[in-house]
T-cell receptor, first 114, second 114 residues
Framework: QKEVEQDPGPLSVPEGAIVSLNCTYS??????FMWYRQYSRKGPELLMY????GNKEDGRFTAQVDKSSKYISLFIRDSQPSDSATYLC??????????????FGQGTILTVHP | EAQVTQNPRYLITVTGKKLTVTCSQN?????MSWYRQDPGLGLRQIYY???????DKGDVPEGYKVSRKEKRNFPLILESPSPNQTSLYFC?????????????FGDGTRLSIL
C-alpha cells in the first residue's frame, strides 16, 4: 500500500466549476501538507501548505486537512482554463529517522474547458 | 533571479555509461533533493540533503549516488545507468527541510537510457 493515495483522474470540468482534489495517507509522522501545481514541461510549483487540521484559504484555493482521518483536500473555486494542470499533494515526515523526507501523491490531471 | 538550474535538460545515453546530472541553486538554501517522475507513479524522492553535512535516502535510492560538498550544488550520479532509470528528473531546494518553506523545483532533466 502506498503511503499517499491520490486519484489520478483525469478530471474535466467547465469553467467556473468548483473543483475538489483529495489525498489520503497512512503515515502518522506526516505533519506538513502541501499542494503543488505542475504545468506541462515544467517543474512543480507550490500552491498551498498547511500544518494543522482545518482550512486554509488563499484566493480561489482552499486547503483542508483532517489529521484524524488522514485526509487532505484542495478546493478550487471559479475554476479557470489556466488552472488546467496536474495537481500533486505532498507530505513531509516530521519524525524519526525519516525526518525531512517528502512524499508525493501520484497527481491528478485537471482540465478546465471554456 | 532565484532559481534551481539543472543540466543537461535532455540526455540520451547507453546502458553502463556513467553520467552526472548537475543541480545548482542560488538562493542559499539548506535543503536540496532529487526526484524522479514516472507516469502513474508521480514524483518519488531519490535522495535528500538537509544541509551540507547530512544526506539521506528517499524512496528510490537504488542505482543513484549524490554528493553535497557545498551548499549550492547537489549533483545526481548514475554510476552504471540501466533502462529502468529512464525518467524525468527534478532537483529541488528549500530554505530548510521543514514543510513551511516552499520547495523550488528546476525545470527537469529528461533522461533516456538505451
Amino acid at each position: 500500500q502506498k503511503e499517499v493515495e491520490q486519484d489520478p483522474g483525469p478530471l474535466s470540468v467547465p469553467e467556473g466549476a468548483i473543483v475538489s482534489l483529495n489525498c489520503t495517507y497512512s503515515n502518522s509522522a506526516f505533519q506538513y501538507f502541501m499542494w503543488y501545481r505542475q504545468y506541462s514541461r515544467k517543474g512543480p510549483e507550490l500552491l498551498m501548505y498547511t500544518y494543522s487540521s482545518g482550512n486554509k484559504e488563499d484566493g480561489r484555493f482552499t486547503a483542508q486537512v483532517d489529521k484524524s482521518s488522514k485526509y487532505i483536500s484542495l478546493f478550487i473555486r471559479d475554476s479557470q482554463p489556466s488552472d488546467s494542470a496536474t495537481y500533486l499533494c505532498a507530505m513531509i515526515n516530521a519524525g524519526g529517522t525519516s525526518y525531512g523526507k517528502l512524499t508525493f501523491g501520484q497527481g491528478t490531471i485537471l482540465t478546465v474547458h471554456p | 533571479e532565484a532559481q534551481v538550474t539543472q543540466n543537461p535538460r535532455y540526455l540520451i545515453t547507453v546502458t553502463g555509461k556513467k553520467l552526472t546530472v548537475t543541480c545548482s541553486q542560488n538562493m542559499n538554501h539548506e535543503y536540496m533533493s532529487w526526484y524522479r517522475q514516472d507516469p502513474g507513479l508521480g514524483l518519488r524522492q531519490i535522495y535528500y540533503s538537509m544541509n551540507v553535512e547530512v544526506t539521506d535516502k528517499g524512496d528510490v535510492p537504488e542505482g543513484y549516488k549524490v554528493s553535497r560538498k557545498e551548499k549550492r550544488n547537489f549533483p545526481l550520479i548514475l554510476e552504471s545507468p540501466s533502462p529502468n532509470q529512464t525518467s524525468l528528473y527534478f532537483c529541488a531546494s528549500s530554505l530548510s527541510g521543514q514543510g513551511n518553506q516552499p520547495q523550488h523545483f528546476g525545470d527537469g532533466t529528461r533522461l533516456s537510457i538505451l
